[in-house]
T-cell receptor
Framework: KQEVTQIPAALSVPEGENLVLNCSFT??????LQWFRQDPGKGLTSLLL?????REQTSGRLNASLDKSSGRSTLYIAASQPGDSATYLC????????????FGAGTRLFVKA | DGGITQSPKYLFRKEGQNVTLSCEQN?????MYWYRQDPGQGLRLIYY???????QKGDIAEGYSVSREKKESFPLTVTSAQKNPTAFYLC????????????FGPGTRLTVT
């Protein structure tokens, strides 16, 4: 059964710092992996989606990488800003057992001005 | 302006009452999903529907019911049989471009006392 873990659960950094959020999964047979942002009390906003055949995707200050063999993805945020403060979730679509989407619990990020 | 709408944003009910959460999309997506989010946990799948007049139970369907009479609409009823209904409920649809890429509504916070 696929499990998705995000560590740390919470992170506080000063403005301007580059940071890395981690997502690990137990079954490497995945179709794709998606990173989302969630502001308090709001829905999820898609940031990046990486297909299983890809190694990374970039959008602005965000870069997501995927290493299927080690069961890991990272979301790199460059030059963090207070507006980046939110919860970041990763979601894995597994191939085993019928393309189910499994979500991690998220990393709550706080960027201090 | 295409997107997913959920109403109401906040909902309060007394224990023992059924309540229906609305989800509408104008993205022309076939697949729609209902998730439940609790603090510190990943999203958990309640029900999903791949096509009109058809839906499948997710991981935590007990105490919930759905209907899919129209492509645009996928309402969720939380019945009195749901033991712990207080949670944040998220509706999503799946795009027709990239397989398994999900788009989320703004959510409904349900409080049952």
């Amino acid at each position: 059964k696929q499990e998705v873990t995000q560590i740390p659960a919470a992170l506080s950094v000063p403005e301007g710092e580059n940071l890395v959020l981690n997502c690990s999964f137990t079954d490497s047979a995945i179709y794709n992996l998606q990173w989302f942002r969630q502001d308090p009390g709001k829905g999820l906003t898609s940031l990046l989606l990486i297909q299983s055949s890809q190694r990374e995707q970039t959008s602005g200050r965000l870069n997501a990488s995927l290493d299927k063999s080690s069961g890991r993805s990272t979301l790199y945020i460059a030059a963090s800003q207070p507006g980046d403060s939110a919860t970041y979730l990763c979601a894995v679509v597994g191939v085993t057992g019928g393309f189910k989407t499994i979500f991690g619990a998220g990393t709550r990020l706080f960027v201090k001005a | 302006d295409g997107g997913i709408t959920q109403s109401p944003k906040y909902l309060f009910r007394k224990e023992g009452q059924n309540v229906t959460l609305s989800c509408e999309q104008n993205l022309n997506h076939d697949a729609m999903y209902w998730y439940r989010q609790d603090p510190g946990q990943g999203l958990r799948l309640i029900y999903y529907s791949q096509i009109v007049n058809d839906f499948q139970k997710g991981d935590i369907a007990e105490g919930y019911s759905v209907s899919r009479e129209k492509k645009e609409s996928f309402p969720l009823t939380v019945t009195s049989a749901q033991k712990n209904p207080t949670a944040f409920y998220l509706c999503a649809s799946e795009g027709t471009g990239v397989p398994y890429e999900q788009y989320f509504g703004p959510g409904t916070r349900l409080t049952v006392t």
